[in-house]
């Protein structure tokens, strides 16, 4: 028990560690940019604003994770679920996600309309950190397919990147966790999009499996079981 404390203790120090080191980043661009236009330092204005902007979201991303994963944890996250029709509610997830990167292609595939009956907010950010996770490392092509197994339906989330290297692999689910950023086609990322997958998941009483090899790519794959189920 003295062991399993200190261990809890130790994790909850290094949590609020790296996320005060993450939040700290953005608010001193922020801030210098802002003294720059305040001073007249800096001329172009307009690129101060839009690198402003940009780490803004970021820092609000951020905050946002964090607070969902502190609901999960203290088990506050409640479910609405409801009857979703699959192919319209990924439509939607794409046409968000696809401004991120302009040279890469989102294909959207079905077997037919299918339906499945789960909390759509929590089901959109689990595509959407997915997909904003694909979009960071994928050459130029991402697949999103949605098939049935028997008594189970089975989404798919693919990317052409250069796959997590082995040793990487057992930690792709821990908070804050980060690969190699050279690997990388964007900038950002929080390190806690995966881990609130993986929780979301859990949630939504499904499972979720993940295949990567370097050098060709990795698969995510979400496993519902039936409407009628």
């Known amino acids: 028990m003295e062991e399993t404390i200190r261990r809890s203790e130790e ?7 790296n996320a005060s080191h993450d939040l700290k980043t953005p608010l001193a661009s922020i801030t210098g940019y802002s003294q720059g236009i305040v001073s007249n330092v800096i001329k172009d204005h307009q690129k101060a604003a839009n690198i402003i902007l940009s780490e803004s979201l970021r820092m609000t991303d951020l905050v946002e994770s964090i607070l ?9 996250f409640d479910l609405h679920p409801t009857d979703l029709e699959v192919m319209e509610f990924l439509d939607e997830c794409v046409d968000i996600m696809s401004t991120i990167r302009r ?4 294909h959207l595939e079905a077997e037919r ?6 909390d759509p907010e929590l089901l959109k950010r689990v595509i959407q950190n997915i997909l904003s ?7 130029h092509e ?6 049935t197994d028997g008594n189970s339906l089975i989404l798919l989330i693919q990317d052409d990147g250069p796959g997590f290297p082995e040793k990487d692999l057992p930690h792709i689910f821990e908070r804050f966790y980060r690969v190699d950023k050279s690997r990388s086609k ?13 929780h979301i998941i859990v949630q939504l009483h499904a499972r979720l499996e993940m295949d990567s090899e370097e050098g060709k790519g990795t698969m995510m794959r979400i ?6 189920n």
Do not use: W
Request: proline share 2%.
């Open 142 to 147: 991402i697949l999103i397919r949605m098939s």
């Open 223 to 228: 496993v519902f079981a039936k409407k009628e």
């Open 103 to 106: 040279d890469c292609v989102i």
């Open 68 to 76: 969902s994963l502190s609901k999960m944890d203290s088990h506050t």
């Open 11 to 17: 994790e909850k120090r290094q949590f609020f560690q």
């Open 113 to 118: 309309p299918l339906m499945i009956h789960t």
């Open 133 to 139: 996770n694909c979009l960071r490392y994928a050459d």
């Open 186 to 198: 964007e900038t950002g990322g929080t390190g806690l999009g995966l881990a609130i997958v993986k």
